[in-house]
């Protein structure tokens, strides 16, 4: 174990993981999956845009309007180089990474798909990804199917591969599953993809603060992201496609800022990226978004992933001691790549109830189906615990986590 962990480092920038729940209990928040906590640095960069420079950007001709303008831009070029983007006119802001793949659905999907064209998916996916796609295939005729997982919970390459077919348009998948942990073997199935003439999107909500995100070495051709996974605010986020997909794509919202002009009987659009940025955009989070991926690469991305495999190890190796407890996904040992993170399960015993005494001790969990229900049903459970893990996180936490799990599985064991 380093001297002077990266937690060490780094702790001291979260106000909220200082947070004590009583005089010798202090919080453990084990629940980065579902939303990261926020840096001073990010927290103190949102409140200097309100308190500084707050005016509308692109529009105004004053001095505050063009410093706001500046940093809003300089944020989306930020973007661009943190998944190492051609353009940042290939950024596209957004609410969050679910409106994103809506956009696709939208503007690509409507125009580019017909009845009995097919998009493939797999059964791990969040709903963000299996809702807009089904309300496309109402409207279009198109047809969804879906990639299975393999025992060790993992994406299934032979299933995929023998899905895969002239009449598929689109392959949607995401980089690291939320439930499973899983790591997906983008760059192949890209490539097996591209070989039968098919678009790949990628939902990188789950590794884009845990490890490095080249889309050029990935070869997609979308790619979505959500500025509260990688330690910014919450209600915005980003998508990123390539720039002669988005010239051909129609607006997804029409509004303010989209336009280029606008007549009586119709309009012509603004070029990209604004022409799928209708109406006043999230400013000051789009500003601090930014803040949160200078932060994030000030720490080093490879640093980040480095201790979080030591975390998982030690997750891993612990969980593995309790009874009854069975954890999805496939091992660290076996995925190098794995999240980090852990969803279990344990015999006779409710996720929601775990979860609620571990609250009572002071550590936060998620507990329910992760907005993954047919995931849930392919393994017979209506839901599961899952612990999540950061570069905040440290070995202590987790043995006191393990340590009170055991406690709260032996207690609702004696009163069921």
Known sequence: MPSQTLADKTRGDFPLLSKSISEDKQLIYLDHAATSQKPCQVINRLNDYYCQINANVHRGAHQLSAKATEAFEGSREIVQNFVRARSSKEIIFTRNATEGINLIARSWGELNLKKDDEILLTIMEHHSNLIPWQLLAKRTGCVLRYVKVTLSGEFDLDDFYSKLNQRTKLVSLVHVSNTLGCSNPIQEVADLAHSFGS?????????????????????????????????????????????????????????????????????????????????????????????????LESIGLENI????????????????????????????????MRGALATFSVENTHPNDIAALLDLAGICIRSGHHCCQPLHRYYGLSGTARVSLSFTSTTEEIDCFIDELSTAISFLKKNA
């Open 305 to 336: 992933k480095s201790w979080e495999t030591i975390l998982l190890e030690h997750l891993f190796e612990k969980l593995q001691s309790i009874n009854g407890l069975n954890v999805l996904g496939p091992t660290p040992s076996r995925q190098m």
């Open 199 to 295: 678009l790949v999107l990628v939902d990188a909500c789950q590794s884009l603060a845990h490890q490095p995100v080249d889309v050029s070495s990935l070869g997609i051709d979308f790619l979505v992201g959500s500025s509260h996974k990688i330690c910014g605010p919450t209600g915005v986020g980003f998508l990123w496609g390539r720039e002669d997909l988005l010239d051909k794509m129609p607006p997804f919202l029409g509004g303010g800022e989209m336009i280029q002009d606008v007549f009586l009987d119709h309009f012509t659009p603004a070029e990209i990226p604004h022409k799928f940025e209708a109406g006043t955009p999230p400013i000051g989070e789009a500003i601090a978004m930014g803040s949160a991926i200078q932060y």
